[in-house]
Nanobody, 122 residues
Framework: QAQLVESGGGLVQAGGSLRLSCAASGRMFSGYAMGWFRQAPGKEREFVAAISWSGGSTYYTDSVKGRFTISRDNAKNTVNLQMNSLKPEDTAVYYC???????????????WGQGTQVTVSS
């Protein structure tokens, strides 16, 4: 089982930027598509972005297109999410996981990390 650690969250004003990072141990995820997911208060966890194992293809939910950029460094076993032009609606706990790009970006790993809190104020 992969051990996932998310970091980089914080409090930011609307229009600001944050860069999230995900590091894994116990498993190299270079062979997997990876994704970011988020869970806002009162809502279910939702898919945000994914990147193929090679980094050649990226996918985004409509609400973040043009604002968020996902990237990965397989040598360092990390996945990042650059978030620009943040909106209050982006407020959520953000998690990383493997993402099945063939089956609706479902998470691939059996456990989740603690996530990192992103709070966007107006």
């Amino acid at each position: 089982q992969a051990q996932l650690v998310e970091s980089g969250g914080g409090l930011v004003q609307a229009g600001g930027s944050l860069r999230l990072s995900c590091a894994a141990s116990g498993r190299m995820f270079s062979g997997y598509a990876m994704g970011w997911f988020r869970q806002a208060p009162g809502k279910e966890r939702e898919f945000v972005a994914a990147i193929s194992w090679s980094g050649g293809s990226t996918y985004y939910t409509d609400s973040v297109k043009g604002r968020f950029t996902i990237s990965r460094d397989n040598a360092k076993n990390t996945v990042n999410l650059q978030m620009n032009s943040l909106k209050p609606e982006d407020t959520a706990v953000y998690y990383c996981n493997g993402a099945d790009t063939d089956w609706g970006f479902k998470p691939l790993f059996g456990s989740w990390g603690q996530g990192t809190q992103v709070t966007v104020s107006s």
